[in-house]
C-alpha cells in the first residue's frame, strides 16, 4: 500500500498570496468556510489548531509546525480530534513566471481510508486556494 500523497496544482497568483492563506488566520477563514483556523504565532513547536462542525459537533483538530520558511513551505505533524496518530503534512510553494506551484504531501497514514480522505480533503483545498487568489 503506498503511504504517501502528493499533489501539484498551479495557480495563477504570486507566492505571497497563497502563503498568506495558509499561515494568516483572517485570509485562511475567508477561504475555508468549513474549517476555522488560529495560530498564536508562526514558528517551530507552535500549535495550529483547526476547528470544523461535524454534524452539529465541533471538532478540533491540531497540528505542531515543525518546519516553517516563508513563502517557500509549511510542514506539520498532525493528528485529529481523539487519537495520538499524526501525519506529517508539507505544504511547498515555487514561483514560476506569473504562477505559483502549490504541492501538499503527507506521510504516515494509519491505513488507506485516512489516505484517501486526506488526499481528497487535499485536493478540494487546493482548489478552494485556487478560487479565492484567482478571483482577488
Known amino acids: 500500500m503506498e ?3 502528493s499533489l501539484n496544482i498551479s495557480i ?6 497563497i502563503w498568506q492563506i495558509l499561515v494568516d488566520e483572517q485570509a485562511f477563514n475567508e477561504c475555508f468556510e468549513n474549517v ?9 513547536g507552535e500549535v495550529i489548531k483547526f ?10 483538530d491540531e497540528a505542531i509546525i515543525t518546519s516553517i520558511y516563508n513563502n517557500e513551505r509549511l510542514r506539520y505533524s498532525y493528528k485529529k480530534e481523539n487519537t495520538n496518530h499524526e501525519i506529517e503534512v508539507t505544504f511547498s510553494l515555487k514561483p514560476s513566471g506569473n504562477f505559483t506551484y502549490l504541492t ?6 494509519i491505513n488507506e481510508f485516512e489516505r484517501f ?3 481528497n480533503t487535499w485536493i478540494n483545498m487546493m ?4 478560487k479565492y ?3 482577488k
Not at 495563477?12 to 498570496?17: A, G, K, L, Q, R
Not at 476547528?51 to 478540533?60: F, T
Not at 501538499?104 to 497514514?109: A, D, I, S, T
Not at 482548489?127 to 485556487?130: D, V, W, Y
Open 104 to 109: 501538499v504531501e503527507g506521510k504516515g497514514f
Open 12 to 17: 495563477d497568483s504570486s507566492v505571497e498570496n
Open 51 to 60: 476547528e470544523s462542525d461535524k454534524n452539529n459537533q465541533i471538532l478540533i
Open 36 to 44: 476555522k483556523m488560529t495560530c498564536n504565532e508562526w514558528k517551530v
Open 117 to 119: 480522505h486526506s488526499e
Open 3 to 5: 503511504n504517501n500523497v
Open 127 to 130: 482548489q478552494a486556494i485556487k
Open 133 to 135: 487568489v484567482q478571483k
